[in-house]
């Protein structure tokens, strides 16, 4: 496997989207507190508000699972299933994002949509390990 190999390609690919929901997600953050006349450092005061922020700092804390569980599935586990997964866990982040800045009572199958797809990026890290630790040791 090489850094130019396809799956690994889409890797990055979806690790750019992921970024960039990030990114989205911030700058809507500013346009509430712009809306809401809300100023930092103040993170409440309007449920609008307080919605972009937990949208944004929930999509931060994820990443902490997410971006090495999409690396190491990607690395060891190999193939185009990691980046589709990964892809999954975006779409389940813009879900979970649209849906609490809406409503916040329907974040939950965003929510759920993007777990499950850690969970299942670390699986596939996991067995992409251990296949290539009983590799390198037999």
């Known amino acids: 496997m090489t850094l130019a190999a396809p799956a690994i390609i889409l890797t990055a690919a979806v690790t750019l989207l992921a970024i960039l929901i990030s990114i989205c997600l911030q700058i809507n953050t500013g346009k509430v507190r712009g809306r809401t006349g809300i100023k930092p450092p103040a ?3 309007d449920p609008a508000l307080e ?3 937990r949208a944004e ?3 931060v804390e994820q990443y902490v699972l997410f971006l090495p569980a999409l690396w190491l599935a990607a690395l060891y586990f ?3 299933v990691p ?3 990964g892809l999954v866990w975006c779409l389940g982040r813009v ?3 649209v849906g609490y ?12 949509v993007s777990v499950l797809a850690a969970l299942v ?3 596939l890290a996991v067995i992409g390990l251990v296949n290539a630790w009983m590799a390198a040791t037999a």
């Open 57 to 59: 700092g929930n999509t």
């Open 121 to 123: 990026l670390i699986v």
């Open 83 to 85: 980046p589709i997964v």
């Open 78 to 80: 190999q193939g185009w």
């Open 43 to 45: 993170m409440s005061g």
């Open 51 to 53: 919605a972009a922020l």
């Open 95 to 97: 879900m979970y994002a």
């Open 101 to 112: 800045m809406n409503q916040p009572e329907k974040r939950y199958p965003g929510y759920m």
